[in-house]
């Protein structure tokens, strides 16, 4: 099949015991079939990142490090992204933050889908995330799924749950925030 569009899920947390990957995973299964698009995983624990080790300011687009170009180029082959990210003390995580800060063009001008997750479901934590979006000029689409669980089964899992068992009350709304990133793509303002 031909995908019109290509879209990234990121997988905002690289702790050693997390559930981001199979709560990623869930995202992109609910997601496939909904839009013109190809959904592909994309883990920031595989990109190593260093903090704040490029010369230049992002806004320039020119990197000295090659995993820095590697990231760049990985990020504009993209047409849009769906973050998954836990809430951490009320934010989201410092890898997240900092992938994002590595670049700057590449993001521009993309639809973006907030998910997240945790004990309080992340409100928080996508509300942080949509104003750094914004400095980014990608457009959040409206409904950011907050994904509730229960602290003891953050803690006890050890990245082992069932996320279409323990969200499976979340699906509607992230079925929404879906059909907004589709609208969003195939919004003439786009192109």
């Given amino acids: ?3 019109a569009f290509e879209v990234f899920i990121i997988i905002g947390s690289v702790r050693p015991r997390r559930i981001c990957p199979k709560v990623a995973a869930w995202v992109g299964d609910v997601g496939r079939g909904m839009g013109p698009w190809a959904l592909d995983l994309v883990d ?5 990142l260093p903090m704040d080790d490029e010369p230049e300011m992002p806004q320039h687009g020119v990197y000295a490090n090659a995993r820095t170009r590697d990231w760049s180029a990985k990020i504009a082959a993209a047409d849009a992204m769906v973050f998954v990210t836990p809430q951490y003390n009320w934010g ?3 890898a997240l933050k900092n992938a994002l800060d590595h670049l700057y063009t ?5 639809p973006a889908l907030i998910v997240t ?9 996508a509300a942080q995330l949509r104003e750094v979006l914004n400095g980014l000029r990608m457009a959040a689409v409206p409904t ?12 006890a899992n050890a990245g082992e ?9 979340h699906r509607p709304v992230l079925e929404e925030a879906f059909a907004e990133l589709a609208a969003a793509l195939r919004s003439p303002a786009r192109h």
């Fill in 44 to 48: 920031l624990r595989d990109w190593s």
């Fill in 92 to 94: 989201y995580p410092a």
């Fill in 117 to 125: 997750y945790g004990g309080h479901g992340g409100g928080k934590c």
């Fill in 161 to 169: 749950i069932e996320p279409a068992v323990e969200f499976a009350q």
């Fill in 144 to 155: 950011m799924p907050a994904l509730v669980l229960a602290r003891h089964r953050i803690e």
């Fill in 106 to 110: 590449e993001w521009a001008g993309k």
């Fill in 1 to 3: 099949m031909i995908h």
